[in-house]
């Protein structure tokens, strides 16, 4: 039996995980992918959850506008980092490799602090950090940095974009003055599929 939105969207999977070759993958993923946590064996449940995340942070990437003072040059990578313990195993790598955006091709590096970042556009705050989270989140204050928080609480509502699994689904919550704050600019079409949060409070 079809998918109802199998002809709406162009999906191929590669080795690890879900590529997108539409933009409007991103929207599928957000109203339609289930996990289906409830028959799968633990380790299996945290290696689906993590691949749909990667396929997030791979379309996050194409509908965020950095500054140029972002990059070094016109040929400059857009950066992904994972900061903390890495919950990807090989997904993120499978789901960016190749890829481009906008004519830039992208890159995952790894930090075990936010003191080693120097050139990064995108960080994935592993839940390893949860606990200085908002430390975290406040030292990268005024960088044009799209901070994504794997945690959903009162710590990570200075993130730009924070995780959510509810109903056993994979969503996110963007906190716009964050990404004003950071001089970043979210497409009209990254809003309407997220749960916008003013500052201060989930929704």
Not at 78 to 82: F, H, N, R, Y
Not at 184 to 189: A, C, E, I, K, N
């Given at each position: 039996m079809k998918h109802p939105a199998s002809n709406a969207v162009n999906i191929r999977r590669s080795r690890n995980g879900w590529r997108s070759t539409s933009s409007l993958y991103l929207a599928f993923l957000c109203a339609l992918i289930v996990l289906g946590l409830?028959?799968?064996p633990a380790k299996a449940q945290v290696s689906r959850e993590y691949q749909l995340k990667a396929v997030f942070l791979y379309n996050f990437a194409q509908f965020t506008d950095w500054p140029e003072s972002a990059f070094a040059d016109e040929k400059s990578p857009?950066?992904?980092?994972?900061l903390g313990s890495d919950p990807f195993g090989q997904a993120l790598n499978e789901t960016i490799r190749d890829e481009k955006v906008r004519g830039r091709p992208l890159v995952v590096e790894h930090y075990r602090r936010a003191d080693d970042i120097k050139m990064c556009h995108i960080l994935f705050i592993s839940q390893s950090e949860t606990r200085r989270l908002d430390e975290i989140v406040k030292s990268l204050k005024g960088k044009p940095i799209l901070t994504v928080a794997?945690?959903?609480g009162a710590s990570s509502l200075g993130a730009v974009i924070r995780f959510a699994v509810e109903n056993n689904k994979v969503h996110f919550r963007i906190n716009q003055e964050a990404a004003r704050s950071a001089n970043?600019?979210?497409?009209?079409?990254l809003l309407r599929v997220a749960d916008a949060a003013p500052p201060g409070r989930t929704p």
């Open positions: 409830g028959s799968l857009i950066v992904i980092g994972v794997d945690a959903d970043l600019t979210l497409s009209s079409r």
